[in-house]
């Protein structure tokens, strides 16, 4: 990389602050928490808003509960998780110009809201239910169309000459009208741009989508190093359980790009579907008033350290930051000498799950790693319902 192009998007003060951010990371330990970047790409927001990611086009969450043929649904359920993709890896670099490091959930930390359109309400509940391992819980349901996503996820982390993601932990779309589940994985992603100051997310390797009818789904990442050479480029397939390596047995694929525009054909490759993500509406997601959110919700709990990161101080940023960590280490000490833990007011951990495991079973070499994840965590209707509040 010629000396002139490096850090091209570093602000000219933060320079020094970057190389050293870019040196420190040969050294770095997979922990994404535990990372100190420059101000200039620190994000006023927490991992626990980003759940609302899968519910931005509640039209697209719903539509698989409307289709009678179980072929179909598989395939509506695919258009709709990669729909969720856009929102999910490059909006923060579309708005920001970057991609930005997110604001550690604290253990409790919540983020409520819902999305009031024609499908009627569809809630959203996400806690971050472990701190060590950071692991954040959802739980999406519109109960018009009697759709539920529930999910949880964590992230492990590698530096190759970038920064490689794996992500651990699963969603699951329940259809009540089927009593259909499909239970679906997360792409692996690395950073690209980083040298010049301007990270932004790539998807690698392949994510799944199983669902119990009997019905699945591989989507294949690429990007721009990649064979295609496109930025953002996927291809998927739906197919019969069992059936993934027979192309016979295609039943619909999906070649595009998951932020430009996707196509989805047939067996018999005709066009069923042609999904532009550049011009699909978005339903806005209501959030309470910070003066009315709970202390926990995390805008209300983050406010001043946000505040203090849109002025760029960096001394507000880390006294704000330590007034929160110091809490959570006085919680935890008298958690510990109460020999408690901490009570998640959504969640609950499982011991057993047996319709994940069985679906992991058909993602290859599929497993739940509840070690990584602190357990399989699963969304807890009664403790909602008693101390949910809103
Ligand atoms: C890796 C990531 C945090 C995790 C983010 C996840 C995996 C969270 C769950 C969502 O459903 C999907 C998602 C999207 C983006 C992922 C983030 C991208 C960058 C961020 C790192 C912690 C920041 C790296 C620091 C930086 C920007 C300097 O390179």
Redesign the pocket.
């Known amino acids: 990389m010629p000396a002139e192009q490096e850090a091209a998007a570093v602000p000219p003060q933060a320079k020094g602050s970057w190389s050293s951010f870019l040196k420190s990371m040969a050294s770095f330990n997979g922990d994404?928490s535990s990372?100190t970047?420059p101000a200039f790409?620190l994000s006023t927001t927490s991992?626990t808003e980003?759940s609302a990611?899968w519910s931005e086009m509640p039209r697209l969450l719903t539509a698989p509960a409307k289709e009678p043929d179980p072929q179909k649904r598989t395939m509506l359920v695919m258009k709709w998780f990669i729909s969720t993709l856009k929102q999910?890896?490059a909006s923060r670099n579309e708005k920001l110009g970057s991609?930005?490091?997110?604001l550690n959930p604290f253990l409790g930390e919540l983020f409520l809201g819902k999305w009031e359109d024609e499908e009627g309400v569809t809630q959203l509940v996400s806690e971050q239910v472990s701190h060590h391992p950071p692991v954040t819980a959802y739980n999406i349901h519109n109960d018009t169309h009697g759709v539920r996503l529930q999910g949880y996820?964590a992230?492990k982390a590698s530096f190759r000459t970038t920064?490689h993601?794996k992500?651990v932990g699963h969603a699951v779309l329940h259809l009540d009208k089927y009593n259909e589940d499909y239970l679906i994985t997360f792409p692996p992603?690395h950073?690209e741009g980083?040298i010049t100051g301007s990270?932004y997310?790539e998807l690698n390797t392949s994510s799944y989508i199983i669902g119990s009818n009997g019905y699945a789904c591989r989507i294949d990442y690429s990007g721009k190093g990649w064979v295609s050479g496109t930025k953002n480029s996927l291809h998927a397939t739906v197919y019969p359980h069992g059936k993934e390596k027979d192309k016979s047995s295609i039943l619909y694929t999906a070649d595009g790009s998951w932020t430009d525009s996707f196509t989805i054909k047939d067996a018999k490759k005709s066009v069923v579907d042609v999904y532009n993500a550049k011009k699909e509406p978005k339903t806005p997601l209501q959030v309470a008033p910070i003066a009315q959110q709970d202390p926990l919700e995390s805008r209300r709990a983050w406010q001043r350290v946000a505040e203090a990161i849109q002025k760029g101080d960096m001394n507000a940023t880390s006294y704000e930051k330590n007034i929160i960590e110091e809490k959570q280490r006085e919680l935890r000490k008298r958690e510990a000498g109460e020999k408690r833990e901490w009570e998640r007011r959504y969640f609950t951990r499982m011991e057993s799950a047996p319709v994940l495991e069985k679906l992991t079973k058909e993602v290859p070499g599929g497993s739940l790693e509840r070690d990584q994840t602190n357990g399989v965590w699963v969304f807890d209707g009664e403790k909602a319902r008693v101390g949910g509040g809103r």
């Not at 991609?99 to 997110?102: A, F, G, H, L």
């Open positions: 994404l990372m970047a790409i991992l980003f990611y999910q890896y991609e930005k490091k997110p996820n992230q920064i993601v992500q992603l950073i980083l990270p997310v």
